[in-house]
């Protein structure tokens, strides 16, 4: 059963490859039976990723939380299940192409780790951790998604800007919903990261001794935390939004990727298992 | 007097403006992101321990304050509001002509009850005034989080009175508790063992603990990774442990010893370990550095080393190390956590929405006004109530 994991992660890879092309192709020549089929095509990846983390929870006994690679599992999940509910409610096929990159590359990184399901050490052996890791899963799968609206809309702005004839400013929604959806996702998603911060404070004064001890891993969430923050007052100023507003939520998700990748291989500390 | 009420004026407001202001908050927070980032890229510098941090803390927490206390009157007047006081500001906003008065009235009440809002009305002869609010969680959705913020923070600042320390002790050994956590308290580890799940791998470790006052036992319980022991507002946590292992040696440096698990040491020529591994004592012999013997050892059992020196294994003897802590500030830290979670779940409820109309009966007109910070929502509850007006 286990072996079957990385034949199934292929699968769920390919076809994101598959709906990432089919979105550009159906972009470029505008045909709308070809969205469908991408749409399609993500909804099949996402219930792939299911799958595959189902089978992981019948295998592990528990959710499969436990380490990088499983974390990194939800994660792609997350940012599927984001993108899918953005694109159905907004129409907004376009953030396809900007989107599933993410996801790819995500999974993509997600093999060159150790798949083996491995026993959870005792620290992890808590109902804390369900709440903690899901929590920030779904916070960063927002994240991720609210990071490709940012993206967009500096690309489209830059575009108009420019006075560029490209084909991707009649491809790329308004700046207007591009900002917007920033802010809404962004706005969904802090509060899922203020749970997972304070989810996991509560757990380290149980386990550790200590709510906070300043390791490198929760500084780096609360840095997230914190540029997420800045990013929702300065809209409260005149004349934040837009690509000063755009230029904060990618800080902030590359805040995100840091705390999930650069921690762990740069900063160890406590966290180490993640 | 006026001169000098003045005076306060001049002087203190600018002061408490800065202070409840989001520009200061900006400020502030890319302050210590700033800071943060620096911290962990230079732990050398404990930047956390700082005075310029804690200075810096105390600043946003003087502008989480101000800055709540100065909002939360206005949050407070739009949940008491009454449909009262409106109608002249209604005339901007947009109307419909109506030609059933009492069938508009009627359609506004239905539309409220069904969209679950709250409704105030106030009937004169001349006009109907409508207030309906939804969404209040999410109007004190932000205030409620910062002040969250604040009880956590003021948390933090109680248990920096706090005093946290650690115990090592044998299995049976007595330890004085430290004075400054409980003065005139020992404590006895009664018991340490590794727990196992059914597939057989760990699933803790637990310390069997009692604590006695001036001689007399006043508590006693177990303590695991996850699961502290409390009492009187000091907590035990299980941190860490080893094994040593209890061994008789006769003939050559004759004794009985207790050596740490997996240390080397010299006798009679060879040198020697003992390692506690899946619940058996293995000891291994080595001459230079290689091994010539190794050797599973049960209590009471022997290793001849040479002819006239052997090792009696006698028993496993753990040793558990507890943290030990008293916070006084923890509970409002966790009070700060749960309040921060709660407001958290408001803010998915929904952005607070007010629609206010006035029903002018001498004109047969209705004017109505929907204010939302979601636009979204907004359009929608326009649109959803033009459609509806329209079949008046
Ligand atoms: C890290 C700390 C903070 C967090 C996580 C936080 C969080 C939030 C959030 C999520 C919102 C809602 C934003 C929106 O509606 O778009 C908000 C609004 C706001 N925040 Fe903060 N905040 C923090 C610190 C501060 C500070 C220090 C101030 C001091 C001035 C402040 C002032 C405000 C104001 C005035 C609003 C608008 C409230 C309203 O819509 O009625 N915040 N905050």
Redesign the interface.
């Known amino acids: 059963m286990e072996s079957l994991q990385i034949p199934v992660m292929i699968i769920t890879l390919i076809v994101l490859i598959l709906s990432f092309l089919l979105y550009m192709v159906s972009f470029l020549n505008n045909r709308q039976s070809l969205k469908q089929t991408a749409r399609f095509t993500v909804v099949a990846a996402f219930i792939l990723n299911t799958i595959l983390l189902m089978k992981r929870t019948v295998l592990a006994?528990t959710l499969p939380l436990s380490n990088l690679f499983e974390f990194g599992l939800f994660f792609v999940w997350a940012v599927l299940l984001v993108f899918l509910v953005i694109e159905y409610k907004y129409e907004m096929a376009g953030s396809g192409i900007f989107v599933l990159p993410v996801a790819i590359i995500l999974l993509f990184w997600l093999f060159s780790h150790d798949h083996a399901i491995r026993?959870?050490?005792?620290?992890l052996?808590?109902p804390?951790l369900f709440v903690h890791v899901l929590t920030a899963v779904i916070a960063y799968g927002a994240f991720a998604v609210s990071f490709t609206m940012a993206v967009m809309y500096l690309l489209k702005d830059y575009l108009l800007g420019a006075n560029y004839k490209s084909i991707l400013i009649k491809v790329l929604p308004s700046l207007d919903l591009l900002d917007?959806l920033t802010y809404?996702i962004t706005?969904?998603g802090?509060?899922?990261h203020?749970?997972m911060l304070?989810?996991g404070?509560?757990?380290a004064?149980?386990?550790?001794?200590?709510?906070?001890s300043?390791d490198?891993k929760e500084?780096?969430a609360?840095?997230t935390w914190?540029?997420y923050?800045?990013y929702l007052?300065?809209r409260?100023?005149r004349g934040w939004k837009g690509k000063r507003a755009a230029i904060l939520a990618i800080l902030g998700f590359l805040a995100v990727i840091f705390t999930f990748i650069g921690?762990s291989y740069l900063?160890p500390g406590q966290h180490s298992y993640v | 007097m006026k001169f000098m009420n003045l005076k306060v004026k001049e002087v203190k407001m600018p002061l408490l403006n800065l202070l409840a202001s989001?520009?200061l908050?900006?400020v502030v927070?890319?302050s210590?992101?700033i800071a943060?980032?620096v911290?962990?890229?230079y732990p050398f510098l404990n930047v956390?321990q700082t005075f310029w941090f804690r200075g810096l803390l105390l600043i946003f927490s003087l502008n989480l304050f101000f800055c709540t206390i100065t909002r939360i009157k206005s949050i407070f007047r739009k949940v008491r509001k009454k449909p009262e006081g409106f109608e002249d500001e209604l005339f901007y906003g947009e109307h419909v002509q109506i030609v059933d008065l009492t069938n508009c009235e009627k359609l506004l009440d239905d539309f409220f009850k069904e969209k679950r809002y709250r409704v105030g009305k106030q009937t004169d002869e001349d006009k109907v005034l409508f207030l309906a609010q939804k969404g209040f969680p999410g109007l004190i959705a932000p205030h409620f989080?910062h002040l969250s913020l604040i009880v956590v923070l003021i948390g933090?600042f109680i248990g920096t009175f706090g005093v946290?320390s650690t115990i090592t002790g044998f299995v049976g050994q007595k330890k004085e508790m430290p004075v400054d956590l409980m003065p005139g308290v020992t404590l006895e580890i009664n018991g340490f063992k590794t727990l196992y799940?059914e597939?057989g791998?760990?699933?803790?470790?637990v310390s069997e603990i009692t604590l006695y006052q001036d001689g007399k036992q006043v508590a006693s319980g177990s303590t695991r990774?996850?699961?502290?022991f409390k009492y009187k507002g000091v907590?035990f946590?299980q941190?860490a442990y080893g094994y040593n292992h209890l061994i008789e040696i006769t003939g050559e440096q004759e004794g009985v010893y207790s050596i740490p698990d997996g240390k080397t040491f010299q006798l009679s020529g060879f040198s020697f370990n003992i390692r506690y591994a899946k619940d058996q004592a293995v000891i291994k012999v080595f001459e230079g550095s290689s091994l010539i013997q190794g050797k599973i050892l049960g209590e009471g059992e022997n290793l001849e080393l040479s002819d006239n020196t052997t090792i009696e294994y006698l028993q496993l003897y753990p040793y558990t190390i507890l943290?030990v802590?008293k916070d006084p500030g923890?509970n409002v830290?966790?009070l700060g956590?749960l309040l921060?979670?709660i407001s958290?779940?408001f803010?998915?409820m929904g952005r607070y929405r007010e629609v206010r109309a006035v029903i002018d009966k001498r004109n047969s007109k209705l004017h109505y006004m929907v204010s939302c910070k979601?636009?979204?929502a907004k359009a929608a509850i326009l649109k959803e109530l033009k459609k509806r007006l329209m079949e008046v």
């Open positions: 006994g026993p959870m050490m005792p620290a052996r808590s804390w917007e809404k706005f969904i802090l509060p899922f203020t749970i304070v989810t404070a509560v757990w004064e149980f386990s550790w001794g200590r709510y906070w300043w490198p500084t780096w609360l840095i914190l540029i923050a800045v007052h300065v409260l100023m921690v900063l | 989001v520009k908050a900006v927070i890319l210590l992101i943060s980032i911290a962990t890229l956390f989080l933090a946290a799940d597939k791998h760990i699933d803790n470790w990774v996850n699961y502290p907590v946590y941190n943290g802590k923890a830290v966790m956590f921060m979670t958290s779940t803010f998915w979601n636009q979204e």
